[in-house]
């Protein structure tokens, strides 16, 4: 997943996942709840391209709404990410907060939020884009979390693919935040058996550190270059 400047579908999706400073964000849920998310996975998407992540504020620019450059267009700037924080709709405003906390307090940065993901894409190339494209994911587990379908199937999809891809191991992050944090109780099963993140923890400057490590980092933005230039080859021959 990298950042790149190229034109997006200006088409708007019809639900909203609320709006992060500068960029506008239309993103719908899937059609139906009626397929379980333990039937789909990761592995079920098309193999895609080169990903396009639009770094907040440029949503505008791609539809003719901001200033830009000439050969703009064919400029690419590709950016392996940090972290992805998945959240439920009701919890932008939360996910923003942690964002800033690990790219200002901690220095671990590029990070993107679920909302700020490219408008006029598929939903699901959009959580695949954001889970293979940067080296954590990190689930926000507020109350808001069960109350939210997509939610559900964001944390089975991600687990399944940290189990299928060997690189991806141990990137799934839950976190407890500060504001209405999803008791450990009400956590579902799979989630309990890795260790969470708590933010009103005393030792949680201590996890943070533990867990982003620069090492595991390169490893994974080493695979990620690897992948995107094998598909870039294809398309080429």
Not at 17 to 45: F, H, I, M, N
Not at 166 to 172: D, P, T
Not at 208 to 213: D, G, H, K, L, P
Not at 214 to 228: F, T
């Amino acid at each position: 997943m990298g950042v790149r400047k190229s034109k997006i579908d200006p088409r708007p999706l019809s639900v909203s996942w609320g709006q992060s400073p500068g960029v506008e964000v239309r993103q719908s849920r899937p059609e139906s709840d009626s397929k379980r998310p333990e039937d789909l996975s990761l592995r079920a998407l098309p193999e895609s391209g080169p990903t396009t992540l639009r770094p907040a504020g440029q949503c505008e620019a791609a539809m003719g709404l901001g200033e830009t450059t000439p050969g703009e267009e064919e400029e690419e700037e590709e950016v392996f990410l940090k972290f992805v924080i998945l959240h439920a709709e009701d919890d932008t405003d939360e996910a923003l907060r942690v964002q800033s906390l690990l790219q200002n307090d901690f220095g671990i940065r590029p990070g993107i939020i679920f909302a700020e993901m490219p408008c006029g894409r598929q939903h699901l190339q959009n959580l695949d884009d954001a889970v293979n494209g940067s080296a954590w994911t990190i689930l926000l587990l507020t109350e808001n979390f069960l109350r939210d379908t997509w939610c559900k199937f964001q944390f089975y999809t991600s687990l399944m693919n940290s189990v299928n891809r060997q690189h991806k191991y141990n990137s799934v992050i839950p976190m407890r935040p500060l504001n209405k944090p999803l008791p450990r109780e009400r956590t579902p099963f799979a989630l309990r058996t890795i260790n969470a993140l708590e933010e009103d923890s005393r030792g949680f400057p201590t996890q943070v550190e533990r867990i982003f490590q620069e090492s595991v980092y390169k490893i994974q933005q080493s695979v990620w270059r690897e992948a995107r230039s094998s598909v870039q080859r294809h398309f080429v021959s």
